[in-house]
């Protein structure tokens, strides 16, 4: 069983994100898996934990299913994922203000749905490492939430987010 699962989309790479994780594992009994997206040569690689680009489908559900908590960017397909499974999930929003972004949409997605059980929300990358040892102590999980989420609420997110294509 995995203990977290970063996963930060497959289009971009996330190295704000994936440092804060990476320096919290070191020197911690706890398995991290990342799924870290596009890598360029110059992209951070983590050293305390093993990851791969990209995740088949069937993959990710795999390591979804086995996590106790789930890391991402503040993108829909994550928080999604994340109440599909049932999974509590840590967001640190992407910012376009420091070229991790085309726009700041993130900052709104995580305002939006900070206040929601099982979705806790950072704000700064300093903040992860004491957000990630108070969850992963939850007698819960940090989940916070009833063990599945309302079927209409996923179905609404999903038609909201898809409308356009």
Excluded at 23 to 42: D, E, K, N
């Amino acid at each position: 069983m995995t203990d977290v699962f970063l996963t930060v989309g497959t289009q971009e790479p996330f190295d704000r994100l994936v440092r804060a994780v990476d320096a919290w594992a070191a020197g911690r009994s706890v398995r991290v898996f990342g799924q870290l997206g596009a890598l360029g040569p110059r992209n951070y690689r983590p050293r305390h934990f093993p990851f791969a680009t990209f995740l088949a489908r069937a993959d990710y559900a795999r390591h979804l299913a086995a996590c106790r908590l789930m890391v991402a960017h503040a993108g829909m397909g994550s928080i999604i994922s994340a109440l599909e499974g049932a999974k509590p999930i840590l967001v640190l929003p992407r910012q376009a203000a420091l070229g991790e972004h085309r726009n700041e949409h993130q900052l709104a997605t995580a305002r939006r749905f900070a206040d929601r059980p099982g979705i806790h929300v950072v704000w700064h990358e300093d903040e992860v490492a004491d957000r990630l040892d108070w969850l992963i102590q939850c007698e819960d999980g940090g989940k916070g939430q009833a063990p599945t989420t309302s079927p209409e609420l996923i179905a609404t997110l999903r038609d909201f987010i898809f409308a356009g294509r």
